[in-house]
């Protein structure tokens, strides 16, 4: 989100010392015709780029601020003032509002209104193409962030092409990170970049450089990722906190009959091992979680080896049930493997542990031994276990908004039917799970898979989110505007 200053423009001020009376004519000086003549071009020319930035496609549908401020104008103008009150627009609005406006006036896409006051664009936004595709990783810039570290960054990747956007990378306490993601406008500048010769280097030191992409799969392999979490680890670095294309997306395809004020989204939030977590929805209509929000608790997970190709969910569930206050466990197991892992909802204790392995000793009447996993196994299952629990919870949550049924468990009354079955999560409500295997099987055979197929089962128990009101959803969509050209040149507004 764009920064807002509230400080007034400092106006300039020249002090001029007394001199005696003298009928001489004054004598003018080069300072008194360097301070006649105004603001330098090259000034001019900077403050339009700047203000051009926050209008443009790489920034305007990606900064949630600046969007509302364009979209709540039907003729989407933005204050100039609003935009000169900008950190980086400091010093050009201590030049006034005449000269922010003049400066507008020589930009290829921006426009002024006759009043000098408003800025708009001249033509609609477009989604850029290929963003991640065309964006570098940069790392080995200095930490200690001073006020034109931003414009010298800039500077720098321009000298090997032109830059849409260069964006500091920072920690949860916004504090720079040394490195960058820099997004430059065409494929031929990413590759000119990354074959530089000599090495880009800032203050003497050679950068670490590589695509968007190559950073991404880095992070995928230092953090040990497979399968869906490496997938999400994916969507993660490419997505945009906030993108207007896919809000005003999900707004075409929300149900509700024209002109009827649509009902307020709540948040949906899951109790995840003691922490509450923001779900968010993907573009598949699924809830996640962002995975930097997963806490990593440790202590609160074991495995089992042995069990034959096979668990009987009974056997785990229910001694467990009855030492934690009746709750299930998390269980991960796919059919047909040997061991399988168990989430609790607490670090356990030496007692408890203790208790698991001399209470469960066998599983499918075969023994089995349990253990503690290793440090990177359990993180990457609670990732998993949260990611699930998440999605559950979500569902629930929408279920319950929309009022669809009567329980929004899948079933005729929202429990799975009256005809046994469980729930629908690996239990065994009165159902009978050979049964279910047996027709899972059948469908697997119509569908022309192989019987026997790993199939993943996992048991995550009941814990209602915890569901908060947190504002309107989406600013407004994109409202076009005509624009007719009058007798004297200008452009003038027309009803479309």
Not at 64 to 92: A, I, N, Q
Not at 99 to 119: I, Q
Not at 154 to 165: I, L, P, T
Not at 473 to 478: E, L, Q, R, Y
Request: proline share 5%.
């Amino acid at each position: 989100m764009a920064e807002v200053a509230v400080e007034k423009p400092v106006e300039a001020t020249t002090s001029v010392p007394e001199v005696a009376a003298s009928t001489e004519a004054p004598t003018t000086t080069s300072q008194d015709v360097t301070m006649s003549e105004g603001p330098s071009p090259e000034k001019l020319k900077k403050a339009m780029k700047q203000i051009e930035f926050y209008f443009a496609d790489a920034n305007l549908p990606y900064d949630k601020f600046m969007w509302t401020l364009y979209s709540k104008d039907p003729e989407h103008w933005v204050s100039l003032e609003t935009v000169g009150s900008f950190k980086r627009m400091r010093d050009y609005s201590a030049e006034g509002m005449e000269f922010l406006a003049k400066a507008v006036k020589n930009s290829t896409f921006l426009e002024v209104d006759p009043t000098g006051t408003k800025v708009r664009r001249t033509t609609e936004p477009q989604e850029p193409k290929a963003v991640f595709e065309r964006s570098v990783y940069a790392k080995g810039l200095p930490e200690e962030e001073t006020d034109d570290l931003q414009g010298k960054l800039e500077d720098f990747f321009e000298q090997y092409g032109n830059v849409s956007a260069v964006r500091m990378r920072r920690d949860e306490k916004k504090k720079f990170k040394g490195s960058v993601f820099v997004e430059f406008t065409d494929f031929e500048t990413v590759d000119q970049f990354l074959k530089a010769d000599p090495k880009p280097t800032w203050e003497g030191k050679e950068l670490l450089i590589m695509t968007k992409g190559d950073y991404c799969e880095m992070k995928i392999k230092e953090k040990g990722l497979t399968g869906k979490s490496a997938i999400y680890r994916r969507e993660l670095i490419s997505a945009r906190k906030f993108d207007a294309f896919r809000e005003m997306a999900k707004g075409k395809h929300t149900p509700g009959k024209e002109g009827e004020e649509k009902e307020e989204k709540k948040d949906v939030f899951l109790e995840f091992l003691g922490h509450k977590i923001l779900i968010k929805k993907n573009e598949e209509g699924f809830g996640v979680i962002d995975e930097a929000d997963i806490p990593f608790v440790k202590g609160v997970t074991m495995k089992f080896d042995g069990c034959g190709g096979d668990v009987a969910w009974s056997e785990v569930k229910d001694p467990i049930k009855a030492r934690f206050d009746g709750k299930a466990p998390y269980i991960k197991y796919a059919r047909g493997e040997n061991s399988g892992l168990v989430g609790f909802y607490k670090p356990l204790t030496e007692e408890d542990i203790e208790y698991v392995k001399t209470t469960i000793k066998t599983i499918n009447n075969h023994e089995v031994t349990w253990s503690l996993p290793t440090e990177e196994e359990e993180k990457q299952f609670e990732i998993e276990r949260a990611q699930a629990a998440a999605k559950n919870a979500f569902n629930q949550g929408n279920s319950r908004d929309s009022g669809k049924g009567k329980g929004g468990r899948g079933g005729a009354r929202g429990r799975g039917g009256r005809g046994g079955g469980g729930r629908g999560r690996g239990g065994n409500r009165g159902g009978n799970r050979g049964d279910r295997d047996r027709n899972a099987e059948a469908k697997e055979k119509a569908n022309g898979e192989e019987v026997g197929e790993k199939r993943k089962r996992a048991v995550e128990p009941d814990g209602g989110p915890d569901v908060g009101v947190r504002g309107k959803a989406a600013p407004p969509a994109i409202v076009s505007v005509k624009r007719v050209k009058t007798n004297d040149g200008t452009a003038a507004d027309a009803s479309s």
